[in-house]
């Protein structure tokens, strides 16, 4: 009896050794995907490392970008984002690329699959694509990611830069020193977009603000820098949550193009 007791006592000590030794499986993390199939569109105003953030978040599933693009140059068809975006049935607005005193796109720009402006290889103001491709998904890419060939494919693109936040974390290298206001797109790999004006800030401040914290309520995976400073303007229907916006300063000048928010049909 003392023998089998004995012998039970070191296979109990045992299995107890043998279970702190072994490898512990984690908790499943929470899955990111796990949200409604479409999400509300609404207006969403933010502050994050003390930058202000006022736009639209929408869900890429009910809602869509289009570019606005004017061939004749600034001005040409619309004035500001609010005209652009009115004008062609659209219920946001916002400016887009970058573009020459000229008024030549700076970099390329395709709008219902008809391409302006060259493939912008060096510029880190081209280091970025937001893209519309021929199924219909909307994705933000590094320029090295895409390609000028498969870029020209897309159905809507617009090629600016730099990119703020690449994979959830800052990008290094960027300006620390000029303040100026300034437009972005944010997206976090799946459905969901945030498109927004910020207030004055330089950009190393901004990425580092994004890749910390969350504006829309989701964590930042990829954000393109638009054009800003006198460029930036913001318009948001009435249509929408939260709305009537327009934000655009007295001394901004027009600007080449808008990336418009459609509703899906």
Same mark, same amino acid.
């Given at each position: 009896?003392?023998?089998?007791?004995?012998?039970?006592?070191?296979?109990?000590?045992?299995?107890? @050794?043998?279970?702190?030794?072994?490898?512990?499986?984690?908790? !499943?993390?929470?899955?990111?995907?796990?949200? %409604?199939?479409?999400?509300?569109?609404?207006? #969403? +105003? !933010?502050?994050?490392? $003390?930058?202000?953030?006022?736009?639209?978040?929408?869900?890429?599933?009910?809602?869509?970008?289009?570019?606005?693009?004017?061939?004749?140059?600034? !001005?040409?068809?619309?004035?500001?984002?609010?005209?652009?975006?009115?004008?062609?049935?659209?219920?946001?607005?916002?400016?887009?690329?970058?573009?020459?005193? @000229?008024?030549?796109?700076?970099?390329?720009?395709?709008?219902?699959?008809?391409?302006?402006?060259? /493939?912008?290889?060096?510029?880190? #103001? $081209?280091?970025?694509?937001? *893209? @519309? &491709?021929?199924? $219909? +998904?909307? =994705?933000?890419?590094?320029?090295?990611?895409?390609? %000028? !060939?498969?870029?020209? +494919?897309?159905?809507?693109?617009?090629?600016?830069?730099?990119?703020?936040? &690449?994979?959830?974390?800052?990008?290094?290298?960027? &300006?620390?020193?000029?303040?100026?206001?300034?437009? =972005? *797109?944010? /997206?976090?790999?799946?459905?969901?977009?945030?498109?927004?004006?910020?207030?004055?800030?330089?950009?190393?401040?901004?990425? &580092?603000?994004?890749?910390?914290?969350?504006?829309?309520? /989701?964590?930042?995976?990829?954000?393109?820098?638009?054009?800003?400073?006198?460029?930036?303007?913001?318009? =948001?229907?009435?249509? =929408?949550?939260? $709305?009537?916006?327009?934000?655009?300063?007295?001394?901004?000048?027009?600007?080449?193009?808008?990336?418009?928010?459609?509703?899906?049909?």
């Amino acid at each position: 009896m003392r023998a089998w007791a004995g012998a039970s006592l070191i296979f109990a000590m045992a299995c107890v @050794e043998a279970f702190a030794q072994s490898p512990r499986v984690p908790r !499943a993390l929470p899955v990111e995907e796990n949200v %409604p199939v479409t999400l509300p569109v609404k207006r #969403l +105003k !933010a502050l994050e490392g $003390g930058i202000s953030l006022d736009g639209v978040g929408f869900d890429s599933r009910s809602h869509r970008l289009v570019v606005a693009d004017q061939p004749q140059g600034p !001005a040409s068809k619309w004035l500001d984002s609010s005209e652009a975006g009115a004008k062609t049935g659209g219920v946001a607005a916002v400016n887009a690329g970058f573009f020459t005193p @000229e008024g030549a796109p700076l970099g390329l720009v395709i709008s219902r699959a008809k391409a302006a402006g060259n /493939w912008n290889g060096a510029s880190s #103001l $081209g280091s970025g694509l937001w *893209l @519309e &491709d021929a199924s $219909g +998904k909307m =994705i933000l890419a590094r320029r090295g990611a895409i390609g %000028p !060939a498969a870029a020209r +494919k897309s159905r809507e693109l617009i090629q600016a830069g730099p990119m703020l936040v &690449d994979r959830r974390r800052a990008v290094g290298g960027l &300006d620390d020193v000029k303040a100026s206001a300034r437009t =972005i *797109l944010l /997206w976090d790999g799946g459905h969901r977009w945030f498109m927004a004006r910020t207030s004055p800030c330089t950009l190393n401040d901004l990425a &580092d603000a994004l890749a910390i914290g969350s504006p829309a309520g /989701w964590p930042v995976h990829m954000a393109l820098n638009l054009d800003g400073g006198r460029s930036s303007e913001l318009w =948001i229907s009435d249509k =929408i949550p939260g $709305g009537p916006v327009f934000t655009r300063p007295l001394w901004n000048k027009p600007v080449r193009n808008f990336l418009v928010l459609h509703p899906r049909r």
